[in-house]
C-alpha cells in the first residue's frame, strides 16, 4: 500500500530515524503507523505533533571534544532550546550595556586634562575629635587633572583602605562615583587604635576608558599552541578561542553552552590527536601611544591621601549579635576585616573550628575545588588543617595536573581541577580530561555531603569581557540545574583577587578584575550560594600578589569551612 505513496516513505523514513533515538521507540512508531489511515488526512497534524514533541527532547553530549568533521547533524543541534540561547544572549547584552553606561567614553588630547592625584583633593566630613569603634568616616574626594581643574565627570578607577600596620589590621573602603567629580569614600571603623586612610588613585578616568576600549578590540593578546601526538610524533599548531585563518580545521565544541576552541589541524593526524595547550603573549596593544603614557608606572597607585590618619577609641558600644555564617546570605561592603592577621566578617558570626571540629565537620564530604591556580592554593593548603588528608597520585604530571586529597578512613575526597579555555600559561597542560566549569558540575549527583567551590577570572582579563559574562552565566545556569537535582548541594563562589600593581595593564591589570569582579556579583546575586569576597579580602590584606600568601589562603579556608560546617 504505501508504495502507492511515495511523499509517505520519506516522511516515515524521517520518523524511523527519530524513533531509532527515541527512547520509547517501539510505541512510537506504532502510533505513528495507527495514525496512518486510508485518507491519510490526519497524518500531517500527527506527524507535526511528533516533530514539536521531538524538538523538545534534550540530546545529551557525550562528547566534550569533537572533530568538525565528526560531529553530526544531531550534535550540532542546540542542547537547550532556543528560547534558553535568547535568554543568554538577552542578558549578556544587558550586562554589557550596563558596562559600557559605567566606563563610558573618555577621549583626551593631553595627559594635562587626565586627573592627577597630586591635584586632586581629600576632605574628611564633619571631623570629630573622638571617633568611636562602629562609626562611619566619610570622605569627600574631588578629582582634579594636572593643571588643576576640577574634573567635571567620573569614573576614576579608585582603591580605598584603611590600615594599622602595628595591629595587622586592615579593610577596604567603599567608593560612590557622582559622576561629576566627585566620590564619597566611606570607611567603617572596625577597631581601636591609630588607623591610616588611603584612596589610590589605580587609573585615571581616561586611562579606564582606554583600557575598555582597548580589551574589547580583539583576542589575539595571546596566543595558544596545541600538541597533537601520533605515537612518537609529535605536532605544535596554533589555536585560538575564535576562528581565525590559522586556526582551520579542528573545532572543539561544548554543545550545551556553545563553548568553542579551535586549532589548525596538522597534516595526516586527526583532530583527536590534541594531547597539550600552551600558550605565549603575543606583543599586541590596542592602545595609542598617548594612552600607553596613562600606564606608566609612576602613574599607576598613586596616593591621593597622604599622612592622614585618625584616633579610634572602644567608646564601650555594644556589639552587634550576628547568626552564624550561612550559605546564601548576602555580603555587604566591605565584608570583612583583618585584625591581628585575622579576618572576621561583619555580616555573620564566625566559630572558631579545631582540628577535632574541622575533621569532624569533614567526614564524608566530597569536595570538589574547580577554577584557576588560585583555588590550588587551597589544595596545598587544606593538609595543614587536615593533617590526615594525604595527595593520592593520579599518574598525571604538570602543576595544572589534577589533584586529589585522600582520608580513606574519614571518606573525605578533596579534588581540585583546572577550568577550561581560556586558560593561559607557558607551561603545557593536558586536556585529555578537561572540563569547562559547567560541564564538571552537570556531571555531579550532589547530595548534603557535596561540596563545589568556584573561581575564575584572571585567565579571562586579557580577552573580550563578553566571554566572560557568557562563562559566568553557563556557571550559574548548572548550578541551577544541579539545585533541581539535589537543592542540598552546597555551592561556594570564591570571587577572583587582586594582584600586583604593576604588571601590563592592557592585558592583565586589575582594572579588568574589577569589572570582572563586578560582573560576578551581580551574575549570582539572587542565587543561594555562599560568597567568600577575595577581591575584598584581598585588598584589607594589602596582598597584591597574583597568589596570596598562606595568611591569605588560610583564612579564606577558615570562611569556607564556617559555611559548611
Given amino acids: 500500500m ?146 588643576g581643574h576640577r574634573k567635571e565627570y567620573g569614573g576614576d578607577f579608585l582603591r580605598a583602605r584603611m590600615f594599622s600596620p602595628a595591629l595587622k589590621a586592615g579593610a577596604s573602603g567603599k567608593v560612590t562615583d557622582f559622576n561629576n567629580g566627585t566620590y564619597l569614600v566611606s570607611f567603617t571603623l572596625f577597631w581601636e587604635g591609630q588607623v591610616s586612610l588611603s584612596v589610590l588613585l589605580i587609573h585615571s578616568s581616561e586611562g579606564a576608558s582606554a583600557l575598555w576600549r582597548a580589551r574589547n578590540q580583539g583576542y589575539d593578546r595571546i596566543i595558544f599552541k596545541g600538541q597533537f601526538v601520533n605515537g612518537t610524533s609529535h605536532v605544535f599548531t596554533e589555536c585560538s578561542l575564535t576562528l581565525t585563518s590559522n586556526t582551520k580545521g579542528c573545532k572543539y565544541l561544548n554543545g550545551r553552552d556553545q563553548d568553542v576552541f579551535y586549532c589548525m589541524k596538522p597534516p595526516h593526524m586527526p583532530c583527536e590527536a590534541l594531547t597539550h595547550v600552551t600558550s605565549r603573549n603575543r606583543d599586541i596593544s590596542y592602545l595609542t601611544s598617548k594612552e600607553k603614557n596613562l600606564f606608566h608606572r609612576s602613574k599607576v597607585g598613586v596616593e591621593i591621601m597622604k599622612n592622614q590618619h585618625i584616633d579610634v577609641s572602644q567608646c564601650n558600644k555594644s556589639k552587634e549579635v550576628k547568626e552564624k555564617c550561612q550559605i546564601g546570605m548576602k555580603i555587604p561592603v566591605p565584608g570583612g576585616y583583618t585584625l591581628q592577621g585575622r579576618w572576621l566578617t561583619t555580616f555573620c558570626n564566625q566559630i572558631q573550628l579545631d582540628t577535632a571540629k574541622i575533621s569532624g565537620c569533614l567526614k564524608g564530604k566530597l569536595i570538589y575545588l574547580m577554577g584557576d591556580s588560585t583555588l590550588r592554593q587551597w589544595i596545598y593548603y587544606l593538609p595543614k588543617v587536615m593533617k590526615t588528608l594525604k595527595f593520592f597520585d593520579l599518574h598525571e604530571t604538570g602543576n595544572f595536573k589534577k589533584h586529589l586529597l585522600l582520608d580513606a578512613e574519614k571518606h573525605t575526597q578533596i579534588q581540585w581541577k583546572k577550568h577550561s579555555h581560556p586558560f593561559v600559561t607557558y607551561q603545557l597542560f593536558s586536556v585529555i580530561d578537561h572540563g569547562y566549569i559547567p560541564r564538571e558540575i552537570d556531571r555531579l549527583i550532589g547530595d ?53 600593581m604593576h604588571v601590563k595593564a592592557e592585558a592583565l591589570g586589575d582594572f579588568h578584575g574589577y569589572i570582572q569582579y563586578l560582573t560576578m556579583k551581580d551574575i549570582f546575586k539572587d542565587l543561594s550560594v555562599g560568597v567568600i569576597d577575595a577581591w575584598d579580602m584581598t585588598i584589607a590584606y594589602d596582598a597584591k600578589d597574583l597568589h596570596p600568601p598562606d595568611q591569605v589562603i588560610g583564612n579564606q579556608i577558615n570562611m569556607f569551612l564556617n559555611y559548611i560546617c
Fill in 2 to 147: 504505501l508504495h502507492k505513496y511515495p511523499k509517505l516513505i520519506c516522511l516515515l523514513a524521517a520518523i524511523c530515524v527519530l524513533c531509532i533515538i527515541s527512547q520509547n521507540s517501539t510505541k512510537f512508531f506504532k502510533e505513528a503507523l495507527q495514525d496512518l489511515d486510508p485518507t491519510y488526512s490526519k497524518f500531517p497534524l500527527k506527524f507535526c505533533s511528533y516533530l514539536q514533541i521531538w524538538s523538545a527532547i534534550k540530546l545529551p553530549n557525550s562528547h566534550y571534544y569533537s572533530n568538525t568533521s565528526m560531529i553530526s547533524s544531531f550534535s550540532k543541534m542546540p542542547v537547550s532550546p532556543v528560547k534558553s540561547l535568547t535568554e543568554t544572549e538577552l542578558r549578556v547584552k544587558e550586562i554589557l550595556e550596563k558596562l559600557d553606561q559605567l566606563i563610558p567614553p573618555r577621549p583626551f588630547n593631553h595627559v594635562n586634562t587626565t586627573t592627577s592625584a597630586t591635584h586632586s583633593t581629600a576632605t574628611i566630613l564633619n571631623p570629630r575629635d573622638k571617633y568611636c569603634v562602629g562609626d562611619q568616616l566619610d570622605v569627600l574626594l574631588e578629582a582634579r587633572d594636572h593643571l
Fill in 448 to 500: 548534603k555531603d557535596t561540596v563545589i567551590v568556584i573561581t575564575f577570572g584572571q585567565h579571562f582579563r586579557p580577552f573580550p569581557i563578553d566571554i566572560f559574562i557568557r562563562r559566568a552565566i553557563s556557571v550559574r545556569q548548572a548550578i541551577e540545574r544541579l539545585f533541581l537535582r539535589s537543592p542540598a548541594t552546597k555551592v561556594i563562589i570564591k570571587t577572583e583577587n587582586i594582584r600586583e
